[in-house]
């Protein structure tokens, strides 16, 4: 991609703060000046872009001319070869050494900006009540939730987004080139190609696979974390606050049942239960007593008339339901 001059100029005042930084005249002024300069985010990108750039060009060594007579003979060519050490043709002359190291590191430098610049841009959110689907360029399909806020980037080798809160469901095209990865606080789900549903809700990183595979982080940012491998009907529950994961059942009917406008519960603990409806309730409901939080639920809810499933819990369990107004439901042992 084409540099812009402004971005030019900072490859140019790297490139000039690197061979000044080789000088005996370097000062601790010096110092603090570079210090200052690479607090921007950018310049310390371009910086150390240069650096190991300029490591590599050192590995180099100068090709041979013409006017050599090592090259005039392939017998005296070879000598000289293996007598001589390899040579770094980084230049050290003070006046122009830093217009030719940025003009050689304009490229490397560019390549950096072009890879981290990202081609297709997408910010997405849907209020209360509201579901959206979109489809990417790629083909990927992405169905929100309601409450949910979305952020897509594609670079030219990666795609990424961003689910800040709430559910959706992904429906991702193949392209082992371009992987795809969804991050949720600390966690990070990566896929070549797959149908998987995600639902962030602190403290809870919820991912269910309906086709192929996925790849999940449950800490992304630690190297030692583990990588948990899940294939069609897995799912995996992350706690956001500890990392700790644990399974949990990811039949075919239920992943992104929601799109069809209906939840699928099979022996699914009431306290899980309880905390999916207050989330289509709009308000809190309330387990009166931990002995219950265990007790297995079945049945299928209509998202559009979850109180109404709410109400008929005491057919299925022996419980008691309250409906406390605005301060939401209440659920109790009978």
Do not use: C
């Amino acid at each position: 991609m084409t540099l812009t001059p402004e971005l030019a100029l900072r490859h140019q005042r790297a490139a000039d703060f690197f061979m000044r930084r080789r000088e005996p005249d370097w000062t601790g002024a010096d110092e603090r000046e570079l210090d200052g300069w690479l607090a921007d985010a950018t310049n310390r990108a371009i910086y150390a872009s240069l650096a190991v750039t300029a490591l590599d060009l050192q590995q180099i060594g100068r090709p041979p001319l013409a006017s050599d007579a090592a090259a005039r003979t392939p017998e005296a060519a070879g000598r000289r070869a293996a007598a001589a050490p390899r040579r770094s043709w980084l230049p050290r002359h003070k006046a122009w050494a830093p217009a030719l190291l940025s003009a050689l590191l304009l490229a490397g430098g560019g390549w950096y900006w072009w890879d981290h610049h990202p081609g297709y841009v997408l910010d997405i959110a849907t209020g209360p009540g509201e579901t959206r689907e979109v489809a990417l360029p790629d083909g990927t399909r992405v169905t929100l939730n309601f409450d949910s806020r979305l952020k897509v980037r594609y670079y030219p080798r990666r795609r990424n987004a961003e689910l800040a809160a709430g559910e959706a469901f992904f429906q991702v095209a193949p392209d082992a080139q371009q992987p795809f990865s969804v991050d949720s606080g600390t966690s990070q789900v990566r896929v070549v190609g797959t149908a998987f549903n995600l639902r962030y809700g602190p403290p809870q990183f919820v991912v269910k696979v309906l086709e192929g595979r996925v790849e999940v982080r449950p800490d992304r940012r630690r190297a030692d974390a583990p990588v948990l491998q899940l294939g069609a009907g897995a799912g995996v529950s992350v706690d956001a606050a500890t990392g700790n994961h644990r399974s949990v059942p990811a039949s075919a009917d239920s992943v992104g049942d929601w799109r069809h406008g209906q939840l699928v519960f099979a022996q699914t603990p009431l306290a899980e239960v309880a905390a999916e409806l207050a989330r289509y309730l709009g308000r809190p409901v309330q387990l009166d007593g931990a002995r219950l939080a265990a007790l297995p639920v079945s049945g299928m809810v209509v998202t559009s008339a979850p109180a109404g499933f709410l109400r008929s819990l005491p057919l299925l369990l022996p419980v008691r339901v309250q409906d406390l107004g605005a301060d939401g439901w209440r659920i109790s042992g009978r």
